[in-house]
């Protein structure tokens, strides 16, 4: 499978623990992006890397969010100090070289937070 | 801000019916348009993007999407739905000189019954 891979599928934490999600995007792709999704909404953009360099953060990424790129291959996506408010599920995407080009997502991550 | 309408929320449909679902979009300078479907149980895939050029559009599966600069819109169509196109559908945007992020709408549901 050459598509975009994540992992954990799912998680469950409690209140006040920190969790880490991994995004492989496909290989040569060079744009990643994190978009979170509650239900009934559609997805909402976090944050995107141009290679390694973190281009845009939305202000729905409150300081308790971090991602990182650091090689510029995959990505993780840190939440420290979990709240129920952050129940949702967790979007990967990559894309090719240039803007405007089609994203392709990942299956995602589903936080549960009790 | 930018912001996308999608004016169906749940669609219910009998097979070899027609579609079309209401996608509108808050935004004046140039945009690439896209459809994301979704079926149960799976990723987000594209169905269709609009970059430049006809604004007529043909995805996979026999939608299609026109885009009407004038009215802001780029909704999606089918001429007769099958059983198999039950999915939720997602129109997003993507504002060329601002940013690389997607703007997604909230979604449609759509529930075609043989």
């Known amino acids: 499978d050459t598509g975009v891979s994540q992992n954990p599928r799912h998680k469950i934490t409690k209140r006040g623990q920190n969790v880490t999600f991994r995004c492989d995007p496909i290989?040569?792709?060079?744009?990643l992006y994190w978009y979170r999704q509650t239900l009934g909404q559609g997805p909402e953009f976090l944050t995107y890397?141009?290679?390694?360099?973190?281009?845009?953060k939305s202000r729905l990424l409150s300081d308790r969010f971090s991602a990182e790129r650091p090689k510029g291959s995959f990505s993780t996506l840190e939440i420290q100090r979990t709240e129920q408010g952050d129940s949702a599920m967790y979007l990967c995407?990559?894309?090719?070289?240039?803007?405007?080009?089609?994203?392709?997502f990942g299956p995602g991550t589903r936080l549960t937070v009790l | 801000a930018q912001s996308v309408s999608q004016h169906n929320h749940h669609v219910i449909l009998s097979e070899a019916a027609s579609l079309e679902l209401g996608c509108n979009y808050s935004y004046g300078g140039t945009v690439n348009l896209f459809w994301y479907v979704q079926y149960p149980g799976q990723h987000l895939q594209l169905l269709l993007k609009y970059f430049s050029g006809d604004p007529l559009v043909k995805g996979i599966k026999g939608f299609e999407a026109e885009f009407i600069k004038s009215k802001f819109s780029f909704n999606l169509r089918k001429p007769s739905v099958q059983w198999s196109d039950t999915a939720e559908y997602f129109c997003?945007?993507?504002?060329?000189?601002?940013?690389?992020?997607?703007?997604f709408g909230t979604g449609t549901r759509l529930q075609v019954f043989p």
């Open positions: 997003a945007v993507k504002a060329l000189r601002d940013t690389d992020k997607l703007i």
């Open positions: 890397f141009q290679n390694e360099a973190q281009l845009e």
């Open positions: 290989s040569e792709h060079n744009r």
């Open positions: 995407a990559s894309s090719f070289r240039d803007r405007g080009r089609e994203q392709f």
